[in-house]
């Protein structure tokens, strides 16, 4: 089945440490996104990117860095730069149309103690 | 940029009553729009979308919004609800030239039996 997935579920960290969180889709999509999802505050945009070896900042993208090497995936790294990375990691891919919408893995929830 | 603005952050409703979701968003062009909803701990599930083909848009699950240019809304409604349907549920708009997805900050929607 197609779709997109997301590893691991569940990450745990030690304060300081980078971390990587892991993207794959197989749809066939040009565009992909990372979003960071924090309690009452909705989605917020790190990165996205719309074709291999391209990404733009989004909007909360201080302490995050990204690569897309491959079409189908795009991970994430969480470096130490980032003040409160504590959160839920939501990766999602889309074709870049107008009126497409975006199609979400099942998130990595990240703990940094 | 485009914004996006969920009124109440939770909404209670009784089982076969009525389910009313608020949305408006800035915009100077008719911009794309979606319903998405939320599990705990999982990624986002389309609802529906708006396309322009129609104003009231029909989902999954019963539920359906209407799109109000004149006052820039996209409410979602569900005749009556279902104990299922308590969930998180997330406006979003996309932008034309390039599919940037802005997210609302959630209403989770509690059914009460």
């Known amino acids: 089945d197609g779709g997109i997935t997301q590893s691991p579920k569940y990450l745990f960290r030690k304060e300081g440490q980078n971390v990587t969180l892991s993207c794959e889709q197989n749809l066939n999509h040009d565009a992909m996104y990372w979003y960071r999802q924090d309690p009452g505050q909705g989605l917020r945009l790190i990165y996205y990117?719309?074709?291999?070896?391209?990404?733009q900042k989004g909007d909360i993208a201080e302490g995050y860095s990204v690569s897309r090497e491959k079409k189908e995936s795009f991970p994430l790294t969480v470096t130490s730069a980032q003040k409160n990375p504590t959160a839920f990691y939501l990766c999602?891919?889309?074709?870049?149309?107008?009126?497409?919408?975006?199609?979400f893995g099942q998130g990595t929830r990240l703990t940094v103690v | 940029a485009q914004s996006v603005t969920q009124l109440g952050s939770h909404v209670s409703v009784s089982e076969g009553a009525l389910v009313l979701l608020r949305c408006n968003y800035s915009s100077s062009v008719p911009p794309y729009l979606f319903w998405y909803v939320q599990y705990p701990n999982q990624g986002l599930q389309l609802l529906l979308k708006?396309?322009?083909?129609?104003?009231l848009v029909k989902g999954i699950n019963g539920f359906e919004a209407e799109f109000k240019k004149s006052e820039t809304s996209f409410h979602l409604t569900k005749p009556s609800a279902h104990m299922s349907d308590a969930a998180e549920y997330f406006c979003a708009v996309s932008e034309n030239n390039f599919n940037k997805f802005y997210f609302g900050s959630g209403t989770k929607l509690n059914v009460k039996p």
């Open positions: 990117s719309q074709i291999v070896n391209d990404f």
């Open positions: 999602a891919s889309s074709f870049p149309t107008e009126n497409t919408e975006a199609f």
């Open positions: 708006y396309t322009s083909a129609a104003t």
